[in-house]
């Protein structure tokens, strides 16, 4: 499956940003999907996942904030960005796996986007 990750950009701290992850290849039902982000001159970090049930699941720092969803019928998945702080600037990669759980570590995840740049300024 190819993954074509959009919709970053320059924001100012507060604001918000969609970013989606679109599928090309495979249904992207048969997957988990996530999003991780490497923030400049930092390891990639995982953010969010949903799950193939629609389940979901936030690491802390962005949990009130961003939300996942899948539309299985569009092949894709978004992430919603609300109250957009500058330690969120960072590389987003949309990721997809089959392995079942809560994976958060990048080695879990078969395929992945190329990224999409989301700048936040103070």
């Known amino acids: 499956v190819q993954l074509q990750a959009s919709g970053g950009g320059l924001v100012q701290a507060g604001g918000s940003l969609r970013l989606s992850c679109t599928a090309s290849?495979?249904?992207?039902?048969?997957?988990?999907m996530a999003w991780f982000r490497q923030p400049p001159g930092k390891e990639r970090e995982f953010v969010t996942l949903i799950n193939r049930s629609g389940g979901q699941y936030y690491v802390d720092s962005v949990k009130g904030r961003f939300t996942i969803s899948r539309d299985n019928a569009k092949n894709e998945v978004n992430l919603q960005m609300n109250s957009l702080t500058p330690g969120d600037t960072a590389l987003y990669y949309c990721?997809?796996?089959?392995?079942?759980?809560?994976?958060?570590?990048?080695?879990?995840?078969?395929?992945w986007g190329q990224g999409t740049l989301v700048t936040v300024s103070s």
């Open positions: 990721a997809a796996t089959t392995v079942v759980g809560v994976q958060t570590t990048p080695t879990q995840y078969h395929y």
């Open positions: 290849g495979r249904t992207l039902r048969s997957y988990n």
